[in-house]
């Protein structure tokens, strides 16, 4: 009673005001004096609420006039044309064939031979030798009720029931019909609904004429607060079921607030940030790293190489030599090395970064704290095709951890601690895994609560091969996690190229659960 | 690293040996035994028995085979190596292979076997060529370092010798033709020749491999001869050559196949190696030859490195079962490799190797347990500050991949032929869509905006992101600098609305700035300025112009913002 809405009260007094005859839609339009549109929604609201009930249904067939009847109105329809042109023959004597008035009124063949049957029939025409027309002088009633229908319809619709037998019979005959769209007129089903008041209608109606119609508003406005005016007004009611509108919100992209996840948990570990540059030298992207320079491991990273420069000037000493020496003897590092010259200038190369690890091999040349443990987040360029599974650039999640107690138990303690704090995994298998600067290696399956087993990441002790050239002479861990996919899962994607997507409508909507 | 196609039946009966009958292994099984050799099973085949294997580790050439995969596995059945007798000092010997002088200029080494006894079956044949294949690939580099040949025994008169000449001098019918070709005929037309040509090319003369009567054995590493060098189902005699720059690949490549072909029942026979230089192998060797030497480690590095007390008991047990010859001294243990492998660098080679020899589940995982502080760098910190304030003005972030094309980052931008059109380019360019890395990310959100016409209006969206700037001083010859680009783009945006959030957030950021006229082709003339802070042009609004806007198909008016987050660092 309380959430009435303005339309919905007038309805229901101009219900209360008629008792007797229901009325209909159009007799409540003019009582209450609403547009049809306020109205039918007042009544639909009314219905929903039983408020009011439909009282009875009457299906009323209405005639109107089609296009076409519209044009017989100008230019008379066949049949009245066919019979004058007969008529008109009669007078001057002339014969006249089907053909002949088709081509003289210009009509269908099908119009023609229709009227003519007609005719035919009512014996307003006759058809004699050699299929010449005749006209007979009777009038025929198809013609001249077509002629009074065309004329009263093109005032407006009318019920079919409001005309004589005859012409309903006409205009059922000359109206438009499945396979047959070139008629006159046309007949619609209409569907009169009246209405009464349910007693609890009534008894909403009669508090409604006891009380009045308070006077409802729809904002609060500052002048209402003001005076305090809002005391003696009620606030409409909103149907608050509806949809709200759309807005665009302010807000970091889904992706990038899986990684700044992944950063918190990182750092609330204990990890500190590094960062690196987008551009390397193939010394830090892979010497530094013990990956030989003739080996197959190194197409493993097959790189992008930067144009201009092609090459950084010095590589910053003592690591070039130091790692030079590794390489060819394995000095200094209990190594027997690769046993082959490195070639400087190859190590100056300029290239775009291949791998995170590059970033740790730097951190570790310049002075990482023991006990330490680093991560970052690095972008990483692949040379590959673009598909799929494939991006030309991604995010690496990598880093190192350095210490006395570093050993391979430790290694496989810290990938449990990522299994559960990154991925939630309660699961976890170790696999021997392989990757050039690492001995022992590992790759970590996880059991993830969506995608089941998956490999989580990689990782193992850094080379002695690796670390001391650099300076370094605890055991370092060096760990990467593969976390697109867990990425794409949460983000609810399926092809990684998703994660970059340049659609902002795509972007708005995509949300994360993680 | 490779994936190699096997039979399970063959690997079945290898994994046997030769004295037991095979048995059905389940796949799971299987799937848990490929963890000794690092191995993935990658699918399998119901109907044709067909399994195809991933092998990670590049450093064992010997796995990339089903007879290698089949022997560590079996090593571990039986709880020790398998003895090769022609690797020990050989009675006797199949002949001898003459190294020619000056061979040392061209491809230095050789080594050769016969193997005779083992019938070759068609899978086996399938097998020896895709052990051929992926040895001289991938651990050879593409024959440049070992390449292989088989040949037919029975028709080799031996001495063989390894010989230089010149490219006319010498003809034969080479595999997969029908005539006969000089040497220099065969590198500019035959498939093989062109593909591996440049290996020997440039040199005046050209190594080829020929018996006692001159038949042409090979030209290596190039191609066989049809006649001798084109081994078929039911050969069983066969001679063996491998040929390369360096010496341990060479010899270790044919130490590989000896083994193999032993497995599969043959019996292999030296072969003498006679040189006319000094090697580190002497001037006469026999191949295969076992070139590994013990090494002491001691039992405490292995332990330390692997946080448990095994004892010597426990690791000479798991290294017996992985294929190594042990010695138990004190504390130290005396390893040795079996021949066909040459992968110990460094006492971790042998600390992995007894982890996988007794699984990685037999070590129990241990926290480290020393205290470290987590931080962020100052720049993500600085980074992550400006993202809130954006998100705060109501901006959408975007994430846009970094590496583009100077189409999208400067023509478009109409920055051609100015200095803002500099960007560090890509040499080996795969696609023109992705050549060079984004100096700015303005591109990336005009890329975004060219997108989404269908998505409601205004669209503001921004990007806190990495950029590279070429810079000659800088030790990699550009920057790797993190930007902040914004873009507000509808029917109306202008200006002032960029205007204003480029004010507030450096009020916010504390750092008070003007701004100054800049005349920047991709901005609308006197509708574009520098953020000048400190004396120093840290960025740049303005609207974008038309004609930038034209180039993206962009319908609606943009006004774009960009900075160097860095420079925020920088003390005032």
């Avoid at chain 1, 044309?81 to 023959?89: D, W």
């Avoid at chain 2, 389940?26 to 991933?54: S, Y």
């Avoid at chain 2, 039911?234 to 390369?244: A, R």
């Avoid at chain 2, 520098?530 to 974008?544: A, F, Q």
Wanted: charged share 25%; aromatic share 8%; with cysteine.
């Amino acid at each position: 009673m309380d959430n009435l809405h303005p339309l919905e009260s007038k309805v229901l007094l101009a219900l209360a005001r008629k008792p007797g005859v229901p009325p209909t839609l159009d007799q409540l339009a003019e009582s209450t004096g609403l547009e049809p549109s306020q109205l039918s929604m007042a009544v639909e609201w009314l219905l929903a609420k039983s408020l009011i009930a439909v009282h009875s249904e009457t299906v009323a067939h209405i005639a109107s006039l089609t296009p076409v009847g519209e044009l017989f109105f100008e230019k008379y329809s066949p049949i009245e044309r066919v019979l004058s042109a007969a008529r008109e023959a009669g007078q001057t004597g002339r014969r006249l064939t089907i053909q002949d008035i088709q081509a003289k009124e210009a009509l269908e063949p099908s119009d023609v031979s229709k009227a003519v049957g007609t005719l035919k029939k009512e014996g307003a025409i006759l058809i004699v030798q050699g299929g010449c027309i005749e006209s007979t002088g009777r009038n025929s009633a198809t013609a001249e009720g077509m002629r009074s229908l065309l004329q009263d319809l093109r005032s407006g619709q009318r019920e079919l029931q409001s005309f004589s037998e005859p012409l309903r019979n006409v205009l059922q005959q000359h109206a438009v019909k499945r396979g047959n769209a070139r008629e006159p007129f046309r007949i619609d089903e209409r569907v009169t609904r009246s209405f009464v008041l349910t007693p609890s209608g009534q008894e909403v109606a009669e508090q409604l004429s006891r009380d009045g119609v308070a006077e409802e508003v729809s904002q609060l406005t500052p002048e209402l607060l003001k005076e305090g005016a809002w005391r003696t007004k009620r606030f409409r009611k909103y149907t608050i079921s509806l949809r709200a509108p759309r807005i665009a919100a302010g807000k970091r992209h889904p992706y990038r607030e899986f990684l700044d996840l992944v950063k918190l948990k990182l750092v609330s570990m204990g990890f500190q940030e590094m960062r690196g540059t987008l551009v390397e030298t193939e010394f830090w992207n892979m010497d530094a790293l013990f990956m030989p320079q003739f080996h197959p491991a190194r197409d493993i990273h097959d790189v992008y190489f930067v144009k201009n420069p092609t090459h950084a000037r010095t590589i910053a000493e003592p690591y070039l030599t130091q790692v030079t020496q590794v390489h060819e003897k394995g000095t200094g590092a209990g190594s027997t090395g690769w046993g082959y010259p490195l070639d400087a200038e190859r190590a100056k190369r300029l290239v775009l970064r291949s791998q995170g690890t590059a970033v740790s091999a730097r951190t570790l040349a310049a002075g990482a704290s023991v006990p330490g443990k680093y991560f970052s987040i690095a972008r990483c360029f692949r040379y590959d095709q673009v598909d799929a599974p494939h991006a030309t650039d991604f995010f690496q999640v990598e880093g190192i951890v350095l210490g006395a107690d570093i050993n391979f138990r430790t290694l496989l303690g810290l990938l449990n601690l990522f299994a559960r704090e990154v991925a939630q995994a309660k699961e976890v298998k170790f696999l021997p895994a392989y990757f050039p600067f690492t001995e022992p290696s590992v790759e970590m399956h996880v059991r993830h609560p969506k995608l089941g087993w998956m490999e989580l990441g990689g990782a193992g002790l850094f080379r002695p091969e690796v670390t001391t050239p650099l300076g370094v002479s605890v055991p370092v861990i060096a760990w990467g996690l593969g976390l697109d996919r867990m990425a794409m899962v949460a983000l609810g994607i399926h092809d990684i190229r998703d994660l970059f997507s340049a659609d902002l409508e795509f972007i708005r909507t995509m949300r994360g659960s993680f | 690293m490779p994936t190699i196609s096997l039979q399970r039946d063959d690997l079945e009966a290898l994994i046997a040996g030769p004295d037991e009958k095979p048995a059905r292994i389940p796949l799971d099984q299987l799937e848990q035994w490929l963890m000794l050799v690092k191995g993935e099973l990658k699918g399998h085949n119901a109907e044709t028995g067909e399994l195809r294997i991933e092998l990670q580790d590049s450093n064992r050439p010997d796995l990339w085979c089903c007879e290698g995969i089949a022997r560590q596995i079996r090593i571990k059945q039986r709880g020790s190596a398998i003895s090769y007798p022609f690797f020990k000092k050989a009675k006797r010997v199949a002949g001898k292979l003459v190294v020619a002088p000056g061979m040392e200029q061209v491809r230095p080494y050789v080594a050769a076997c016969t193997a005779v006894g083992y019938r070759v079956t068609a899978s086996g044949l399938t097998q020896l060529i895709q052990t051929q294949e992926k040895l001289a690939d991938i651990f050879g580099r593409k024959r440049r370092s070992v390449s292989i040949g088989l040949y037919r025994l029975a028709p080799i008169v031996f001495p063989v010798s390894y010989d230089l000449v010149k490219p006319d001098d010498v003809r034969f019918t080479p595999l997969g033709m029908e005539t006969m070709m000089t040497l220099r005929e065969i590198l500019m037309v035959h498939p093989k020749g062109v593909e591996y040509g440049g290996i020997v090319g440039g040199h005046d003369r050209l190594p080829v491999l020929r018996d006692a009567n001159g038949q042409v054995l090979s030209f290596p590493p190039i191609i066989n001869s049809r006649e001798i060098g084109e081994v078929q189902v039911g050969d069983h005699e066969l001679f063996v050559e491998v040929t390369g720059t360096d010496l341990p690949m060479v010899a270790l490549t044919l130490n590989i196949f000896a083994a193999n072909l032993a497995d599969r029942g043959a019996v292999i026979t030296p072969v003498e190696i006679q040189s006319s230089v000094k090697t580190s192998f002497g001037r006469r060797w026999n191949t295969p030859i076992d070139f590994g030497a013990p090494r002491a480690i001691p039992l405490k590095a292995i332990e330390s490195a692997l946080g448990e007390p095994l004892g010597g008991k426990e690791v000479t047990s798991a290294l017996k079962s992985y294929g190594y010859t042990v010695k138990a001294a004190g504390q130290k243990v005396a390893v040795q490799l079996p021949p066909y492998r040459n992968d110990l660098l460094h006492t971790v080679d042998v600390v992995e190797d007894v982890a996988i020899s007794q699984g990685y589940a037999r070590f129990a995982p241990v926290m480290p347990s020393q205290f470290t502080v987590g931080g962020l760098s100052r720049l993500e910190q600085m980074a992550d500050r400006v993202r809130h304030l954006m998100v705060g003005l109501e901006f959408q972030e975007i994430i846009s991949n970094i590496m583009g094309s100077h189409q999208d980052f400067c023509t478009r931008m109409r920055l051609d032929g100015t200095d803002w059109a500099k960007v560090v380019e890509v040499d080996n360019v795969m696609s023109l869509s992705y050549s060079c890395l984004r100096q700015w990310i303005t591109p990336s959100l005009l890329q975004v905006e060219a997108n989404s016409s269908r998505a409601f209006y205004p669209h503001r969206m921004f990007e806190v992101g990495e950029v590279a700037i070429p810079d000659a001083s800088a030790d990699v010859g550009s920057r790797t600098v993190t930007m902040l680009g914004a873009v507000i783009a509808h029917a109306g945006a202008h200006f002032s609305e960029i205007h204003s959030c480029v004010d507030l957030l450096l009020y916010y950021l504390d750092r008070p700035f003007t701004l100054e006229p800049v005349d920047h082709p991709s901005f609308l003339d006197g509708r574009a300025g520098k953020i000048v802070s400190n004396g120093r042009v840290i960025g740049l609004l303005g609207e974008v112009h038309p004609e930038v806007l034209e180039h993206w198909q962009i319908g609606v008016p943009a006004v774009a913002l960009e900075w160097e987050i860095d420079r925020l660092l920088e003390e005032v």
